[in-house]
């Protein structure tokens, strides 16, 4: 069964510029979730999708940064205008958890992660 | 709020010593506990999770994960350390509960460099 995949997995480019990332889940997995780490920092949360739906977006740093999930298969993030402060490392990942859940109790599995470096 | 602290930028051991990385969370209600580890130019690979049960979890490669409720920590432990396992090293927690759109969220440690040395 074929993980969670990201693309590209390096991106350099020039401030003002604008960047798409994009995540394959796991097939059938409802949960698409982004976080970012950025260089020696925690592993930050960004948003939640459920199928094409975004549960929770409480995470994203402004209005620069866009994701979507047509047909609530693989996603894209888009930045737009990049700035130096969204270098970092940027990861999908998924999950099989059942929306809404009384508990919730299956793992998230990451992808490798998008290194976007802003120059 | 969630909160997890790693103390420990980086742990070094020699090899085939036993080795400990530290974990210490905050949660509301009970919690949901993952290690994750970083490869160099890999992804996060999942190690291993505690919901319920017994206190030692076992994971992938050897790993084994001790939680302590009274003392709200859950350390990653192997062993016999290997150079192999050099990495980085994540603890995440997340509330077990489901109390709203938040709930998935996984909150994560700055993580911890180990270094096995031959």
């Known amino acids: 069964e074929a993980g969670v995949t990201q693309f590209p997995s390096h991106s350099v480019i020039e401030k003002g510029q604008t960047v798409t990332l994009r995540c394959d889940p796991i097939s059938g997995h409802d949960n698409l979730y982004w976080y970012r780490r950025v260089m020696g920092k925690e592993i930050k949360f960004l948003l939640h999708f459920v199928k094409e739906s975004k549960q929770d977006e409480s995470g994203m740093p402004n209005n620069r940064f866009l994701a979507e999930r047509t047909g609530g298969t693989y996603s894209t993030l888009k930045v737009q205008p990049a700035e130096l402060e969204d270098s970092g490392v940027y990861f999908c990942?998924?999950?099989?958890?059942?929306?809404?859940?009384?508990?919730?109790?299956?793992?998230?599995?990451f992808g490798q992660g998008t290194r976007l470096t802003v120059v | 709020a969630q909160s997890v602290a790693q103390p420990e930028d980086q742990v070094n051991v020699a090899e085939g010593n036993p080795l400990t990385v530290k974990c210490t969370y905050s949660v509301s209600g009970n919690p949901y506990l993952f290690w994750y580890v970083q490869y160099p130019n890999r992804g996060l690979q999942f190690l291993l999770k505690?919901?319920?049960?017994?206190?030692l979890v076992k994971g992938s490669y050897g790993f084994e994960a001790e939680f302590n409720k009274s003392q709200t920590s859950f350390h990653l432990k192997k062993p016999s350390a290997l150079v192999s396992d050099s990495a980085l090293y994540f603890c995440a927690v997340r509330a077990l509960a489901y109390s709203g759109a938040g709930s998935y969220q996984l909150t994560f440690g700055k993580g911890t460099k180990l270094s096995v040395i031959p």
């Open positions: 505690y919901i319920t049960g017994d206190n």
């Open positions: 990942a998924s999950s099989q958890d059942h929306w809404p859940a009384g508990t919730l109790n299956t793992e998230a599995f």
